[in-house]
């Protein structure tokens, strides 16, 4: 297998058009970006200089790799069109962390997943240089290929199996989605109330701060719930009444960490 | 009223021992701690150059400020032990949360809350100066003196009243305490897999600093919960089979973000 220089892009959406920038940014050839959308194609295409389409069938085989950043249920059915397309021999990687390597076995010979582990938004600059990517693939020589490729992006590459990308997956969606989640509802209590978010700053900067400077969460809990103040979790639900919703969800969680 | 320049502290625990720190570094006079524990209340009194009692009875009138930071539960006992041995006419606060000031009418005429709103453990420093202040007090004297120590700590003070304090402790409760744990359950997952917690760090960073940069928590959620893609989460509930606590968890926050 010859060094990757050029690649091909599937998708345009928040990892498709962080990547493609990126790769971009690193010297590599983009040579298409692909998307349903044409208009989404042609506005990421413009900005890594590549050809956008909106139909497989005009791709052609000449990229060295191609990356799918498509909708977890959407890889399948690009892999099939780029078998038919194009045949087995192209390498191809998917990005996400639930989907196993093993969907593209069939397809092609040379498979992988290209995972950032990093929540990405469209119009915001990330330090690409501090994501951990984590490469999977069936043969040495690819995963060697791959990691080439990261370490031109990032300082943090690791090498794992199908099965640790999947666990990284859901303690991601713990330590991400639902502390997000938890801001949201923090944030919608103190307007209902004519206060701002913002006095909550230097408390969520110190909470993640702590943890990010080696603090084990599970010993520097704190609050009502781990204290088992039942006084205290009286009063808060006694307040939430007004928030059904949010009074349900602190109750389940109150129990939980006093568990 | 004089200014505020002798101050007492009642408590020796993590509130106490870190106001009387900052107090002592701003030039306040330390007179006395006091804590049931005469081992804990030398070990505070010997960094704020103070005399450490066991007994209120001990303690004389003279001081300034009497600022109560003891757990929920015994701040009114204080009081009344205060009232017992010095009086109506000395000045008090507490520093809680969730405790309304007027817990302290019929025992003092000036009294009030002094509320740092910042989750503190013991051997860490923090930048006092960026922690937001809450003060509550009966009346407008009294509450420029506490304002007037609290400008001599940090740059963020607010005058609030007391049910202003209690939304504010609930949504900390959110931001702070229930995200804590959502890193513990992450860090539990990684690592019964043997795999590092710090892999995460850097989405953990994003996720924080995104909000604080002003991103709405709740327009950038994402996530399979968000997505509502039932195939993601219902293969993330089938792996946490493992940890039945945990798939409950997760279960539960996917319905509530789903919603």
Redesign the interface.
């Known amino acids: 297998m010859q060094k990757i220089k050029n690649i091909t892009i599937i998708g345009s959406g928040n990892v498709a058009t962080h990547l493609g920038k990126y790769l971009y940014n690193a010297k590599y050839k983009i040579d298409y970006i692909y998307s349903r959308n044409i208009k989404n194609a042609k506005t990421l295409a413009k900005s890594v200089n590549a050809d956008p389409v909106d139909d497989i069938a005009e791709v052609h085989a000449k990229s060295d790799l191609f990356l799918i950043a498509v909708?977890?249920?959407a890889i399948e059915i690009i892999a099939k069109q780029l078998n038919k397309y194009l045949g087995r021999k192209i390498n191809v990687v998917h990005t996400s962390g639930?989907v196993s390597s093993e969907i593209f076995r069939g397809y092609f010979y040379n498979y992988g997943v290209f995972y950032p582990?990093?929540?990405f938004?469209k119009e915001?600059e990330?330090d690409i240089k501090?994501?951990?990517f984590f490469i999977t693939a069936g043969n040495d020589d690819f995963v060697k290929k791959l990691s080439k490729v990261a370490k031109k992006l990032s300082s943090?590459i690791?090498i794992i199996s199908d099965k640790?990308r999947?666990?990284?997956?859901?303690?991601?969606?713990?330590?991400?989605?639902?502390?997000?989640?938890?801001?949201?509802?923090?944030?919608?209590?103190?307007e209902s109330?004519k206060?701002e978010f913002d006095?909550?700053?230097?408390?969520?900067?110190?909470?993640?701060d702590?943890?990010?400077s080696g603090?084990?969460?599970?010993k520097?809990?704190?609050?009502?719930?781990?204290?088992k103040?039942y006084?205290?979790i009286k009063?808060?639900l006694k307040?939430?009444k007004k928030y059904p919703?949010?009074k349900?969800?602190?109750k389940?969680?109150t129990e939980?960490?006093t568990?």
């Not at 603090?215 to 599970?218: G, V």
């Not at 520097?220 to 204290?227: K, L, S």
């Open positions: 909708s977890d249920n639930m582990l990093q929540t938004t915001r990330i501090e994501v951990p943090n690791n640790e999947k666990v990284l997956h859901v303690a991601a969606v713990f330590a991400n989605n639902f502390t997000n989640y938890m801001y949201s509802i923090s944030k919608d209590i103190l109330e206060m006095l909550l700053y230097p408390l969520i900067k110190e909470t993640t702590k943890v990010l603090y084990n969460p599970k520097i809990q704190t609050g009502p719930a781990v204290r103040d006084n205290t009063q808060h307040y939430l919703e949010y349900e969800i602190y389940f969680l939980k960490v568990d």
